[in-house]
């Protein structure tokens, strides 16, 4: 990962909570460059991790540099514990009506936020909303973070139930990386 500091435009949608980077930041996985575009949420998760549907999933949301129909979404989930640090870096300002933007004052740097451990799950999927592309490599950390009650409330607030539900694996293989 080679995320670079940001000053985030934070949209609230009518559907989630999204927070846009300026362009510059870059992941490789897999042997190719993806562009980072934008986190969002879904209340409660889309994903299980032995059957456990938590509260909270971020998606980091990145483009194949060249092809911006190709994406590979970083999948981080939150259970319900002490106060998330990036959370509350841009929680408070989002603004309460949907349609609604904020451009934050000061940088994030997500890579304050990161996690030593590179384990995850990882398969080829789809988009969770329309148009439900199916051009996208998912990649799921092992790592469960924590939110505050707080933190999950006002995300619930703002959003709503926004989750896909679970769908089949239709022959899809999850490795364990």
């Known amino acids: 990962m080679d995320y670079m500091p940001s000053s985030e435009r934070v949209i609230h949608k009518a559907h989630t909570v999204e927070v846009q980077w300026e362009k510059g930041s870059t992941v490789t996985f897999d042997g190719k460059v993806y562009e980072f575009r934008q986190f969002h949420f879904h209340t409660p998760s889309e994903h299980l991790i032995d059957g456990i549907t938590y509260p909270l999933e ?36 989002v603004p309460e009506k949907p349609d609604g933007e904020v451009v934050l004052r ?6 304050d936020y990161r996690v030593p451990e590179l384990d995850y799950y990882t398969y080829q999927g789809s988009l969770t909303t329309p148009p439900y592309t199916e051009s996208v490599t ?9 939110a505050s009650a707080a933190q999950l409330k006002r995300l619930g607030e703002l959003e709503g139930n926004n989750a896909r539900h679970v769908q089949p694996l239709h022959g899809r293989e999850v490795e364990e990386k």
């Open 58 to 93: 971020m998606h980091m949301v990145n483009t194949l540099r060249g092809d911006d129909q190709v994406y590979l979404v970083w999948s981080i989930l939150f259970r319900e514990g002490e106060e998330n640090p990036l959370l509350a870096t841009f929680l408070n300002d």
């Open 106 to 111: 000061t940088k994030i740097d997500l890579m």
């Open 138 to 146: 998912w990649v799921i950390h092992k790592t469960i973070r924590e």
